[in-house]
């Protein structure tokens, strides 16, 4: 954070009154955003806004950074709009004054209209926005401190010059910093020698000057701790009156005010060595000319841990060197950037037809304009996404790329770093917090660069957005369910582009309704919305102007559909066997896999292929039961059935629950009847690989799924397994289905169709469709050809059919017209308030309440208040009330407030606007 200090806190204090921008500020208040709710004496304009007085010579701009008092504590906040002139009945003596401005135009214009966009219309009030955008713990827990400048020092060391050398000041300084940075650094030191000298002249007078006798307590309490530096809390508790104290010393430059960031997101320095000399005389012993010739052939510089473990060194050696004057040391940050493994340069491959049209259509597309890139799977959609992102590198401008799970980034992430080297990052929510902060900084400097992350990168601070991208764009994990803002990072992504005025591709081989309707209606040259035209770019001098403005989805775009209807290579796509499960019992056979399956494993070993199987759940079996008394084992706390996990043999036997994390050791007797009869139920990954290993001793095997992927690295890991030839087949759930490129893999199983069937959620099927076409997808990517296997009790069903003909077409033909007779989305809008306490009476009174207040609106229809799906979970009891309404002509919607005002303390109220999860 050094090197923000540098430009945050300017080295010399004006004078007030020297300041040439002085006169023409007008707006003397500013309102500003503080993370920190509850009372205090300051004046509130609104949830978590305040209004503080501009003191003379501070320039503030909204969006500005801002340090403000707040009661007795010092507090971070956002500048939000400037005032000029105050109501007349405000005590002008209650507002107090801004303290500093921490980081001058931090959120750009455009993205301070996303955070109200997403604040407005998911009814999220803008801080905890904020919360979700920046990296964990960034607002409010900095720390401000005070420390001595290079004058502040000399007055207190009192001595010379050499003195003056090891302040902290000086010890920044001295940081190495690229050399433009330290090309800036040595200019302020030259200036700032001089001032130092003068300090050193003058530093009585400077003393004597200090009229404040907090401000001398201050100094003093500075001096005598070694790096005099200190907290301005430390200082607040200790002095009276350290506000106006510390105030006195930094007007005359003594001390310097900085924000030290959380301590879990600390910069991390660590020992850079460099070689300085060119020549190597003979005063060097050959254990030492032998360590600079290694700092030689690698350029030069390394880190010392490095340099010591190549050479097998030890730090003493280094200590020699330095000496000499042969290298030097020194403390240098290092970005805790995600590492990947060395990767082969990977060039641009040439683009069949289908994928150089639609390549040409993105690269034409000047300013905002949605494409949805409908490629079956393993069309190569990647490839025109690379393809699409290199030419922006050039010009200077970065992209964003989300993707659903960190499961499939790392070998997406892979094939970005091989293409663009380091010029790739990686942000998602599995970083460690000193990772998530080192990436966004990252982002901060405007260096053009490529983005991977998931659903919260939406939020990453690019400034020369050219493009952004949505893979796998109908994945429900880009929705977030909960905590508050409950956004879908495709809205979401769709304002940006708009207000970046760049291009949005959304890529999938089976694309969600919403996206495939909105390219439909384009076509049929209808509006669906009536609002176009309403909103050029927000006002941006005004920033809080929109926060009373109506919420509004995302404009139509102009939107152009791309095909890509053939795999790479005119490769075929599988084709699907559907099995009837309850045939196979007919014809004798009880295993969970049917003839063919059985066969298809066989097979693999003896063609040395690869295969992966699909199991809807992790797990062992998704419950127990007692055959004598047929009593269920459940979880104490949620109205769900205990699953059994029984990883290897001699591992622990547990009973868990999936909703709660509940675990307790598996009973050897019931515990209702005491029979020693207990049976599992269903089939969860863990079963069938148990029951694989016994049928088929001959096949490798690796489990992906959330139990087995819970470690850092633990994704990438299996997957090099697997991708090494490692084992025969990969067994897993869900986070395999997606992005997976694997030429290798020739049989795709499915185990169970069913559980994805059979859920009672309107959007279920579209859900299944999607998830079964992407597993099937996986195979056959390679010159061998693949196959797929689908094991169901319900072959009948139009989804299983769909899948069995790759007919994506007339699939959502079909499931449109549903949804249109329904006015279900994405003809109708819903919104979803989840109502849960932990007394089930309450809970339920509260939802009446609420759906009779509700439905005197006619525009609303409203469905409910029912229990959900799954009444009780962790011991809290859920309610939830279903709004909806037509999406053409917003309707006056409900004021969230009042409707909050209904719910009593015990009740709490979620309000889930374009919910996905109803059940
Ligand atoms: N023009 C091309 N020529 C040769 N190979 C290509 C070309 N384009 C893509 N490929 C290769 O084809 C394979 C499939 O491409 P890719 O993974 O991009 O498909 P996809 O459409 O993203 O698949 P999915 O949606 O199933 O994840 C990859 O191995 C990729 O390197
Ligand atoms: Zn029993
Ligand atoms: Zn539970």
Redesign the pocket.
């Known amino acids: 954070m050094y090197i923000n200090d540098l430009n945050l806190s300017p080295l010399v204090v004006a004078e007030p009154g020297e300041s040439y921008q002085a006169g023409a500020i007008l707006n003397r208040w500013v309102e500003v955003l503080v993370d920190c709710p509850g009372t205090s004496t300051e004046v509130e304009k609104g949830p978590n806004l305040y209004l503080y007085r501009l003191p003379t010579g501070l320039e503030v701009k909204p969006g500005d950074i801002l340090n403000v008092p707040f009661g007795a504590q010092h507090l971070t906040g956002v500048a939000i709009r400037l005032v000029a002139k105050l109501p007349a009945d405000l005590p002008l003596e209650k507002i107090r004054d801004v303290e500093d401005v921490i980081q001058k135009n931090f959120f750009r214009d455009s993205y301070w209209t996303l955070m109200e966009r997403v604040s407005q219309y998911y009814y999220t009030q803008i801080i905890q926005v904020i919360r979700t955008a920046l990296p964990p713990g960034l607002l409010g827990r900095s720390q401000r401190r005070i420390r001595l400048t290079v004058a502040g020092a000399a007055v207190s060391t009192n001595t010379n010059i050499n003195a003056l050398l090891d302040t902290p000041l000086m010890r920044v300084v001295r940081q190495p910093y690229s050399s433009l940075i330290r090309f800036y650094l040595l200019n302020t030191i030259e200036n700032d020698y001089l001032i130092k000298i003068l300090a050193l002249l003058n530093f009585q007078s400077l003393v004597t000057k200090v009229n404040n006798k907090d401000a001398h307590k201050i100094l003093q309490l500075l001096q005598q701790q070694s790096d005099g530096d200190y907290s301005f809390r430390y200082l607040h508790n200790q002095v009276p009156r350290a506000y106006q104290g510390v105030r006195e010393l930094l007007r005359r430059g003594l001390v310097e005010s900085y924000l030290e960031p959380p301590q879990l997101t600390k910069p991390k320095f660590e020992k850079a060595v460099t070689l300085v000399a060119s020549t190597f005389e003979p005063d060097l012993t050959t254990r030492q000319r032998e360590i600079l010739e290694v700092l030689r052939r690698r350029g030069g510089e390394l880190w010392q841990s490095e340099l010591l473990q190549i050479c097998n060194a030890s730090s003493s050696i280094v200590k020699t060197l330095v000496q000499k004057g042969y290298i030097v040391v020194e403390e240098r940050e290092v970005l805790r950037t995600e590492q990947s493994p060395a990767l082969a340069q990977d060039r641009p491959?040439?683009?069949?037809a289908a994928?150089a049209n639609a390549l040409e259509t993105i690269q034409t597309l000047n300013g905002y304009a949605q494409v949805l890139l409908h490629?079956?799977?393993?069309?190569?959609?990647?490839?025109?996404?690379l393809q699409a992102i290199a030419p922006l590198l050039q010009v200077g401008k970065s992209a964003l790329v989300l993707v659903p799970e960190i499961g499939l980034t790392p070998q997406l992430t892979d094939?970005f770093r091989a293409r663009f080297g380091n010029k790739v990052s990686v942000y998602h929510s599995a970083l460690s917090d000193g990772e998530r902060y080192d990436t966004w900084r990252q982002m901060l400097t405007g260096e053009s660069q490529v983005v991977i992350g998931t659903r919260s990168a939406i939020f990453a601070p690019l400034p020369n957005l050219g493009l952004i991208i949505l893979?796998?764009e109908h994945d429900s994990s880009f929705k977030q369910d909960s905590p508050i803002p409950t956004y879908h990072a495709r809205t979401v992504a769709q304002w940006r582009a708009e207000l970046e005025n760049c291009p949005l591709v959304l890529?999938?081989?089976t694309p969600s309704l919403e996206s495939w309707l909105s390219v439909k209606e384009e076509d049929a040259g209808t509006e669906r919305r009536g609002d176009a035209g309403k909103e050029g770019h927000e006002d941006t001098e005004n920033f809080s102007q929109t926060l009373s403005a109506s919420p509004r989805p995302p404009l139509p775009a102009s939107s152009y559909y791309l095909s890509?209807p053939q795999?790479?290579?005119s490769r075929p796509l599988p084709p699907v066997e559907i099995v009837d499960m309850r045939e196979e019992l007919q014809h004798g056979n009880r295993s969970i896999f049917s003839r063919s399956l059985q066969e298809a494993l066989q097979q693999l070993k003896e063609r040395q292929q690869q295969g992966i199987l699909f199991i809807h759940r992790r797990g062992h079996s998704t419950f127990v039961s007692c055959r004598s008394c047929g009593y269920v084992l459940e979880c104490p706390y949620c109205d769900v059935s205990l699953a059994y996990h029984h990883t290897e043999e001699g591992a622990p036997e547990l009973l868990r629950c999936h909703y709660c994390n509940y675990t307790r050791s598996h009973p050897k007797f019931c515990p209702d009847c005491s029979s020693p009869y207990l049976k599992f139920f269903g089939s969860g990954t863990q079963k069938v690989t148990q029951e694989l290993a016994r049928q088929f001793p001959q096949l490798r095997l690796i489990r992906f799924d959330s139990d087995t992927t819970r470690n850092k690295g633990a994704h990438r890991t299996l997957l090099t397994q697997f991708a090494n030839g490692e084992a025969d087949l990969l067994v897993g759930t869900q986070m395999l289905t997606?992005?997976?490129?694997l030429?290798q893999v020739t049989l795709v199983g499915v185990v169970a169709a069913d559980g994805l069937l059979n859920l009672s959620d309107y959007r279920a099927s579209e859900r299944a469709f999607q998830t079964l076409t992407?597993v099937a997808?996986?195979a056959g990517?390679g010159d061998d050809p693949g196959r797929v296997i689908v094991q169901t009790y319900t072959s009948e069903h139009p989804v299983i059919e769909a899948v069995r003909s790759h007919d994506y077409q007339s699939f959502s033909q079909a499931e449109l017209e549903q949804r249109q007779a329904l006015n279900y989305p994405p003809y109708g809008r819903l919104i979803l308030l989840r109502l849960s306490s932990l007394d089930p009476i309450q809970v339920q009174n509260t939802a009446q309440i609420l759906a009779t207040a509700l439905s005197e609106n006619e525009e609303l229809e409203i469905l409910g208040p029912a229990p959900a799906g799954i009444l009780r979970v962790a011991n809290r009891y859920r309610w939830q009330i279903l709004i909806k309404f037509a999406a053409d002509e917003l309707p006056q919607l409900p004021d969230w407030e009042q409707v909050r005002s209904l719910c009593p303390q015990s009740v709490s109220l979620t309000i889930d606007v374009d919910p996905l999860n109803i059940m």
């Open positions: 491959k040439t683009l069949n994928q490629g079956v799977t393993g069309s190569g959609k990647t490839e025109v996404y094939r893979d796998e890529g999938s081989a890509l795999r790479i290579n997606k992005g997976l490129d030429p992407q997808g996986r990517r």
